[in-house]
Structures are given as C-alpha cells and as structure tokens.
C-alpha cells in the first residue's frame, strides 16, 4: 500500500473512527477545513494535494443528520473537482436508511435520494455498515460493500454459554439477522412477533420460541428511542427469560432513549462506534461501545489494493 497514492479524509460526524481507521492503516488523516457561516451555510476546503489519488471519505450521516450529509457532498465534490483519481464514500451510519420503500402515499423514497446526492456528488463508490435493508445497494449504479457489524458483536458474546443463550430477533424483518448471529454462536432462535401503528411506537404482541431461563441477547441493525428495545426486555423477562442483554450496530439514542436503557431491566447494550455516543450515553452504565475501526481499515486496504473484502462481509 503506497501511502502517497491513498488518502482518508473525515468531515465532523465522527473524526475519531476516521483518526483510528487511519492509524490501523498507518495514515494521517487528511487535512480538510470545514465550517460554518452565521446563516448555517457550510464552507469546506480540502488543505492537501489529492490529484491522481485512492480517496477515501469516512462520514455517518448521523445527528445532526442534514449538517453531516451536506457535509459528505460538498467533500466528494470537492475531491472529484481536484481531480482525485477515485473517491469512496465510506457511511459507517446510513441515514435516512429506514425510509427504503413507498408504504403510504405521496411519500418519498428518502434512502434512494440519498443514493442518488451521493452519486451525482461524485462517489465512485461506497462503503456502508449494516444498512437498515440490504436493497438499498441497488439504489446505486456505482459499487457498494454491506459491511456487518456481525463479526466483532459474535467475539464479544463468544464467552457466553451457548446451552444458555438466546438470540432474539425484535420483529419479523429481523430474523435473517438474528439467525446468522445464531448460528455462528451456536444457539437458538426467538422471534417477537410486534405490530408498529406509527414511527417510534411499537406494541409488543407475543414471544415465539421458548426463552425460560435463558440469557437472551436481542440483535438489532439500529436503536433509536428505545421503546421498542424495552418493551422487547419486559417481555422476555415476563416469559421468563433470566438475562436480557442487546446489540445493535448504530447508536441513534434519540429522546429519551438513554434514561429508557438505564431504567430498565437490561443487562448492558453493545453497540458499535458507527456513531459517536453522546455526552449522556457515554455515562450510562448499561451501555458498552466495541470498534469497528479495524474492520473498515481492512475493507479501505482491501479496496485500495484491488483484492477481494468477501471475506469481510460476514
């Protein structure tokens, strides 16, 4: 790998991911200047030479979701305009993810706009950690690797008796990433069935599979206000589950999400580091944060050197 031909550059959604991607990698992070006028306008400027390079642009569009996604287009606007030979946009956290489809009328189909603004900015290709539905890689005509979370969420329960563990899927769409976790732990499955009348509410129905006196590990790509996570835990503990534990990729902790998870009966949630934690979730007890710095740093070697990152994917 030629350092002077790769080059990793990180807007201010998460610096810490692209600092610690660049040191596995044994790179500098480049030097970019962003900000922001008195209106809110964003004003970036790329400090270093980038002609003729393998760019990389590491950025969740996370909270404050516009700020970070304007902030990844003007970048990859800015690198194809100083002539950089490919530029990758690398999405640890893909908002707007959970809007893939047209379930009511005169809505839009939000992920597949911000597939589009990616494109048109100038991303030859993208990189994106465990998107809410894996589709959305068909909203691109440019390459993209679904990274999972998976593999480093699997070391970390590994410990944990397999004759006691139950993986748990929190609703139906989620079984498929439930049971790949299930079975690389060697445990058993268990689904909530839910119905969701609205955004953010959701009415625990019944638990399918028998989770008595297991340690229950619910898997989820996202959590968000915590709601569901927590009413998920109730009813588990209430069908007598013994331990009720969660992991989940991207850290959106909205409202009252963290006060909800320390409250409540759960044993600790994992998370990755796709989003930086807030001030708050940072001195919850129950939280636990493992990297994915490590990962991404191999897919970016991967890539830059033309090999397969197949390996990678699960």
């Known amino acids: 790998m030629n350092p002077e031909r790769i080059k990793i550059f990180s807007g201010r959604a998460n610096p810490e991911l692209a600092t610690e991607i660049c040191a596995s990698l044994g790179l500098t992070l480049g030097d970019a200047r962003v900000k922001q006028f008195s209106d809110g306008e964003i004003h970036l400027q790329i400090q270093e030479n980038v002609r003729g390079c393998d760019v990389f642009v590491v950025q969740p569009t996370c909270i404050p979701v516009e700020r970070n996604l304007m902030e990844l287009l003007l970048m990859l606007d800015a690198l194809k305009r100083s002539s950089a030979e490919r530029v990758t946009a690398v999405l640890p956290y893909y908002g707007y993810g959970r809007q893939d489809r047209k379930d009511k009328p005169r809505v839009p189909i939000s992920a597949k706009l911000v597939a589009s603004l990616l494109e048109k900015a100038g991303a030859d290709r ?37 004759d006691s563990l139950m993986v748990v899927s929190p609703d139906a769409g989620g079984v498929e990433r439930a049971r790949s976790v299930a079975k690389r732990l060697n445990s058993k499955l268990a689904i909530i069935d ?4 609205e955004a953010n509410v959701a009415e625990v129905m019944n638990v399918i599979g028998d989770v008595k006196g297991k340690a229950c590990v619910i898997v989820d790509d996202l959590i968000d206000t915590a709601g569901t996570l927590v009413g998920v835990c ?23 999400a963290v006060e909800r998870i320390e409250k409540s009966a759960l044993k600790e949630v994992v998370f990755s580091n796709s ?40």
């Open 126 to 162: 993208v990189m994106a950690v465990d998107l809410h539905a894996a589709q959305i890689q068909g909203f691109f005509d440019v390459p993209v690797d679904h990274l999972f979370f998976r593999p480093v969420m699997i070391e970390h329960f590994r410990s944990l008796s397999s």
């Open 194 to 197: 839910k119905r969701r009348e």
């Open 234 to 256: 109730e009813s588990l503990l209430q069908h007598g589950a013994a331990s009720v534990t969660a992991a989940a990729t991207h850290a959106v902790l909205s409202g009252p």
């Open 275 to 314: 989003i930086p934690l807030t001030e708050e979730a940072r001195q919850c007890s129950k939280i636990r944060v493992l990297s994915i710095g490590s990962l991404l740093a191999r897919a970016v070697q991967s890539i830059h050197e033309e090999t397969s990152v197949s390996i990678l994917f699960d």
